[in-house]
């Protein structure tokens, strides 16, 4: 395949960003991570975001071999990703301009979020060129799950629907999303599923030979400090696992929990449930720690309300650690019932709590779990293997030199 010139737009979600805060999360490593995979397979990629800071360079050259560039649209500050919608337009007119000079002009165009999609839709309308979309998460849930706590800015389905078909292709993240695609009257047949990936060469497995777990049994659980990653059901399970610590990674530093509402609200549960003195929030963590503390555990915890796909149980397969986790969204996908882990339903606690009792009694399944967990991330999960099926995506999609028009109102531009 002969090397392309990719652009990424990822508006609110930063590969550069620090992890931990309300909107930099998997997303932030997707796209840090598959940027990295595809300079690997000799390709050319500039990533465009959001400028939240009024000290960030234009661009920024990273590392790994891509390219940052820090859009100019909206105030240089933090904006809740649910306000933004208002300067997408701006945002796919920077782009046009950007792509009509000299230096880089892509290929194809891969949007990342809804948002994302519809300031692609506005580049591309204007200067033909393939779009495709991630959208790793859909309105359409959100809504479902969160009710009237749901911040998403009105219209927000019928947008995702028009970026949808108007992208070349859709690169849905799991089975589970497919069908959700389906039900927004979305065409099956342009939806390809490409999984999320883990560093198999940072997230590794303990050295052969060293000491097994310590004492207490340690469950760890990892996101964002956000009510829907479900991390008030495991301090209410822990009543039912006497002499197990829960260890939660997440958030500000640990420094800055104080003032944080969620830890203070997972906090004061603990109390109330007799469980304090066995509950550890850590507060963000540099992802260098994190393979480390993985390892550390017995069995990684998974249990949101939903998860379009979860890079959290990905890395702990890595580590050959089982996971447990509800069985909602990608969790369904990657997390194998009875073979790396398991799956119990959402919110159900009691059989949360069995789940997790029934693992951490029983060290050689744990370890039987941790051995396959590991091969099948290696064989199935690589970045390398997702920046080399979605690599192909792109050049259909160039070659096909297919567009669909979709007009988004105006009101929204």
Not at 70 to 88: R, S
Not at 203 to 221: K, L
Not at 357 to 368: F, N, Q, S, V, W
Request: include cysteine.
């Amino acid at each position: 395949m002969s090397a392309l010139s990719i652009a990424m737009i990822s508006e609110h979600a930063s590969p550069l960003a620090a992890l931990g805060g309300v909107d930099a999360g998997g997303q932030n490593v997707h796209v840090a991570q598959l940027a990295a995979a595809l300079v690997r397979l000799g390709h050319q990629v500039r990533v465009y975001t959001r400028r939240d800071d009024p000290e960030l360079p234009p661009v920024v050259h990273v590392p790994d071999g891509y390219s940052v560039e820090h859009v100019p649209v909206g105030p240089a500050e933090a904006v809740p990703k649910d306000e933004l919608l208002p300067y997408m337009g701006p945002f796919g007119d920077f782009l046009l301009r950007r792509w009509h000079r000299p230096g880089f002009e892509p290929d194809v165009v891969h949007a990342h979020f809804w948002m994302s999609g519809v300031a692609a839709l506005r580049a591309t309308q204007r200067r033909a060129r393939p779009f495709v979309v991630t959208y790793h998460a859909l309105g359409a849930v959100k809504k479902r799950m969160q009710g009237p706590a749901d911040t998403s800015p009105p219209g927000r389905v019928g947008l995702e629907r028009q970026v949808g078909l108007a992208a070349a292709r859709i690169i849905a993240q799991c089975s589970d999303e497919v069908a959700e695609l389906r039900r927004y009257g979305l065409p099956t047949e342009k939806t390809t599923v490409i999984p999320s990936g883990v560093d198999t060469s940072v997230f590794t497995p303990a050295p052969a030979g060293s000491p097994g777990s310590r004492r207490p049994a340690r469950v760890v659980s990892v996101g964002r400090l956000v009510p829907r990653k479900g991390f008030a059901d495991l301090i209410a399970a822990m009543p039912a696992l006497p002499g197990v610590e829960l260890v939660i990674v997440g958030g500000p530093p640990a420094a800055a929990l104080d003032a944080e509402p969620e830890a203070v609200r997972l906090l004061e549960l603990a109390t109330r449930l007799g469980v304090r003195d066995r509950v550890t929030l850590l507060g963000g963590v540099p992802q260098a720690q994190m393979p480390a503390l993985y390892r550390s555990a017995d069995v990684v915890a998974c249990t949101p309300d939903y998860e379009p796909f979860g890079i959290t149980p990905l890395e702990a397969m890595s580590c050959q650690v089982p996971v447990v986790a509800y069985a909602v969204g990608g969790l369904i996908d990657s997390v194998r019932d009875g073979v790396t882990g398991a799956l119990v339903p959402p919110r159900d606690v009691p059989a949360l709590a069995a789940a997790l009792g029934h693992l951490l009694g029983d060290p050689a399944r744990r370890a039987a779990y941790g051995r396959m967990a590991g091969a099948i991330a290696r064989d199935r999960y690589t970045w390398q293997h997702t920046a080399h099926r979605l690599a192909t995506v792109y050049g259909q999609v160039v070659a096909a030199e297919r567009y669909v028009d979709a007009a988004v109102p105006a009101r929204f531009l």
